[in-house]
């Protein structure tokens, strides 16, 4: 993906304040540990770890992190940034991915509308689990909201809900919850501000990218975007979904 190379250490900060980012990693955190107070969860596997903040916030807390991502540049700068005794990053790609152990968690956080082959990835993230292990995942919805930046980002679908949840129960998937984020507040910055900044970065043909003065204001601002997790409407950018194996 580009924006490791183009943004470097910036992106570490990116995926950190910027507000789709913010709330959605607080959901996903917020639901790691609601289920771990519950269940033994221990051992963790991230597929399509990125720069690698959400593996090392759990790594943090305790958890054992195997984190992985077919991008190069990402997993060069999660281990050079986000180093944690906890945490283990490889360059490696899901649809190959074979290990000897079986994890806990399973997390895919925006990753498979990125492959073609999604139930392979499925597949994949089922083997690697334990029986009644859980597999916690993230994607884009509404084929109708795709824009330039879905093709930019690689994206090969916006998910309808339906198609998903089928798609998880034909590999043998209970679902636990399902939850739509990014709706009111975030809909009308991701519309409004996300996308026209990020149209202009990309017509601007700059190689190197830098973040406008003002981003780091949004630390402040991301705690008013929360109130977003009150809501579950369908007519949120995206979806958050639990499954556990059966």
Not at 61 to 83: C, E, P, S
Request: glycine content about 4%; some cysteine.
């Amino acid at each position: 993906m580009r924006a490791y190379k183009e943004w470097g250490r910036q992106k570490l900060v990116i995926d950190s304040i910027e507000p789709t980012h913010y709330v959605r990693n607080f959901l996903v955190f917020q639901t790691i540990k609601n289920i771990s107070k519950k269940y033994k969860i221990r051992d963790i596997c991230e597929i399509g770890c990125g720069v690698g903040n959400l593996s090392s916030k759990l790594g943090k807390r305790g958890f054992k992190v195997d984190a992985f991502d077919l991008d190069k540049n990402a997993v060069q700068l999660a281990k050079k940034y986000n180093k944690n005794k906890n945490v283990n990053f490889f360059s490696k790609d899901i649809l190959k991915l074979s290990v000897n152990k079986k994890y806990d968690l399973v997390l895919a956080i925006e990753v498979i509308e990125h492959i073609k082959d999604d139930i392979g990835a499925i597949k994949n993230a089922k083997e690697i689990l334990k029986k009644s292990g859980f597999f916690l995942i993230t994607v884009p919805i509404n084929e109708g909201y795709r824009t330039g930046f879905d093709n930019r980002s690689g994206h090969v679908r916006r998910y309808d809900v339906k198609d998903l949840i089928n798609k998880l129960e034909q590999q043998d998937f209970k679902i636990i919850k399902i939850k739509y984020f990014n709706f009111p507040l975030l809909w009308l910055w991701y519309f409004n501000i996300y996308l026209p900044f990020s149209d202009k970065k990309s017509k601007s043909g700059e190689k190197s990218k830098k973040l406008p003065s003002y981003a780091h204001l949004l630390r402040i601002f991301n705690k008013l975007f929360l109130v977003d997790l009150l809501f579950n409407s369908r007519k949120a950018t995206n979806v958050m979904v639990l499954a556990e194996r059966k």
